[in-house]
């Protein structure tokens, strides 16, 4: 087995053909299906909390992120990774009902503690608003608020409006019956 080991590495070194990569000064063109950092698009993201409850090795949380979409996303919570515990799976991004959870080729996490591999929203993120687009996207959000209570505040009326309607029918069909029997 050695030998013939020995015999190939022997044999592709005359030929040329390259065994092994000087890595990182050489890096391998990845495959578009690789499963590298995740990708969040922050302006599609819902908070849903679908990716961390899919999760079978329980690395994402959802944390506060204030440059995403309050009308999307009302509690503006975005998902934190662990990449100490993740193992490339993929189901977050195959739960995802938003399609706004996608993986890169970005392979080269590696940091001096563990608190360097676990990645916010901000390390993420594409498609962060600025300042200008959020503070629109607040007037929007309390707009669709206040429109949302007063379809509330409308429908609650119009239901106790028919229970009074119902109730008032009832009370004259009960005097009418009590009059009709009394003049028998
Ligand atoms: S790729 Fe898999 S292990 Fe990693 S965060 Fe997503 S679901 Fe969890
Ligand atoms: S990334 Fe997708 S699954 Fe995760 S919270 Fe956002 S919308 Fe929900």
């Known amino acids: 087995m050695v030998l013939k080991n020995l015999k190939m590495t022997l044999k592709r070194s005359v030929t040329g053909v390259e065994v092994t990569r000087l890595y990182p000064e050489k890096i391998m063109d990845l495959p578009d299906a ?3 950092v995740h990708v969040l698009d922050i302006r599609k993201c819902i908070g849903c909390g679908a990716c961390a409850r899919i999760c079978p090795n329980d690395c994402i949380k959802l944390v506060a992120y204030a440059r ?3 009308v ?3 509690k503006l ?6 990449y100490g515990r993740c193992m490339f799976c993929g189901l977050c991004v195959d739960e995802c009902p938003a399609s706004c ?9 590696a940091g001096w503690n563990r608190e360097d591999i676990v990645y916010d929203p901000v390390d993420i993120a594409v498609g962060a608003y600025n300042d200008q687009e959020l503070a629109d996207l607040a007037e929007e959000a309390r707009k669709a608020e206040e429109e949302k209570k007063r379809k509330a505040a409308e ?3 119009a239901k106790k409006e028919k229970a009074a309607k119902a109730a008032g029918e009832g009370e004259k069909g009960s005097g009418e019956k009590a009059a009709k029997k009394k003049a028998e």
């Open 34 to 36: 690789e499963r590298g």
């Open 101 to 109: 959870l996608t993986m890169s080729k970005v392979f080269e996490i």
């Open 155 to 157: 429908a609650a009326k």
């Open 68 to 70: 995403g979409n309050p």
């Open 72 to 74: 999307k996303n009302k």
């Open 77 to 82: 919570q975005y998902p934190q990774i662990d």
